[in-house]
């Protein structure tokens, strides 16, 4: 009779456990990044009554075997386990609002410590460093001062700092493309212009004159701020009409007290064709001095800043976090995770690479519990626990006729 009674109890136990998670998951409906959690049960142990008796033998007067006797002694909790299915995408228009799509966390500093998250509540903090909500740092990838970015490194934290001055450089090489007119009479000539900045950022504007001398043959000449020219210099095409040599391709002249200016011409990309005179400076190095005016995220997580000079350029990428098993990760409250025995060590690399999602900027990802569901459970658990509540009752009503059996 007294089974009966413990074993009830154990099933109000975990249901009340069951009942705890479907609570905490109803409270967190609406908390970003917020994964849910489930109950399974498992049978806690069975007393045996009677061991299971092989047959004694093929024949027809002789016994088969017996199955063991048991009962059931309760039951417990088996695993609480957290599914980490993606939620979905809330727009926020923050710029710094970040949510993954797929697989990954968020990397952050707690101290000494790396923690994960699902949380891309991101903002600058008084230095420009990207933080969480509670003033954690968002790791990733710092670029060089050229924009040159690397993910082999140690993971940085990420400054962006708006209004830092990017300073001039001087102009070195520029490239020209497009078409010089294969049907042009010898003598046809085309004006065009390139800016160049020296070390000071200051602008000069280079007029450049090509002029047809005969068959696959042209010639380029700049006329210079400092009133020199240079030229004319003779480039030859390639019979289909791409580009074959250049006698020269550098011209140098004295800056506004700021040195000398010396400029390669790039020509590997123009060619002669019949058309259109349509060629230009196409990329040209160096510029004037400017400063950051905004930033953007892109998928992979990289962080692009856009300056007053019209320069981009890259400033660092933001670290995502993987493991074998995700479900194994210890939760500390607060949306965030940390390692454990059991979910694999962290694999750390760029968005999109490595069975790691994509990052979605501008947008937060939202609670996966599903209302529905967890109203089903709750119903479900509410119904188990009256039906243990009910044993408890039935073993009282029978322990008090026992005892009513002395009167």
Known sequence: MMRSLFSAVSGLRTHQTRMDVIGNNIANVNTPGYKSSRVT???????????????????????????????????SIASIDTIHTPG??????????????????????DGETLAYTRVGNFSLDGDGILVDSEGRKVMGWRSSSDGT??????????????GEEMGAQATTRTEWIKNLDAEAATGDSKTTSVTVYDVQGKAYSIQVDFVKTGTNQWTWQAYLPD??????????????????????????????????????????????????????????????????????FDSNGVITG??????????????????????????????????????????????????????????????NVDLAEEFTQMIITQRGFQANSRVITVSDELLQELVNLKR
């Open 306 to 367: 856009f300056y007053s000079n019209g320069r981009i350029q890259v400033l660092g990428q933001v670290a995502v976090a993987n493991f074998r098993n995700p479900s194994g990760l210890l939760k500390t409250g607060k949306n965030l995770y940390i390692e454990s025995n059991n979910s694999g060590r962290v694999d750390l690399g760029a968005a999109g690479t490595g069975g790691r999602g994509t990052i979605a900027p501008s947008a937060l990802e939202m609670s």
């Open 41 to 75: 049960f498992q049978e806690l142990f069975s007393q045996t009554l009677r061991g299971a008796g092989s047959p004694s033998g093929a024949s027809e007067t002789e016994r088969g075997g017996t199955n063991p006797m048991q009962v059931g002694l309760g039951v």
């Open 88 to 109: 979905n995408l809330q727009p926020t228009s923050r710029p710094t609002d970040l949510a993954i799509e797929g697989n990954g966390f968020f990397v952050v500093r």
């Open 149 to 162: 970015l690397s993910t082999d490194g140690e993971l940085d934290t990420l400054r962006i700092v708006i």
């Open 227 to 296: 009133g020199t020219t240079t030229g004319p210099h003779l480039i030859t095409f390639n019979e289909d009409g791409s580009f074959l040599s250049v006698v020269e391709d550098t011209f140098s002249f004295a800056s506004d007290g700021a040195g000398t200016v010396t400029v390669t011409m790039d020509f590997s990309k123009l060619t002669q064709v019949a058309g259109h005179m349509t060629v230009e400076a196409g990329v040209t190095d160096g510029w004037p001095a400017g400063t950051l005016e905004s930033f953007s």
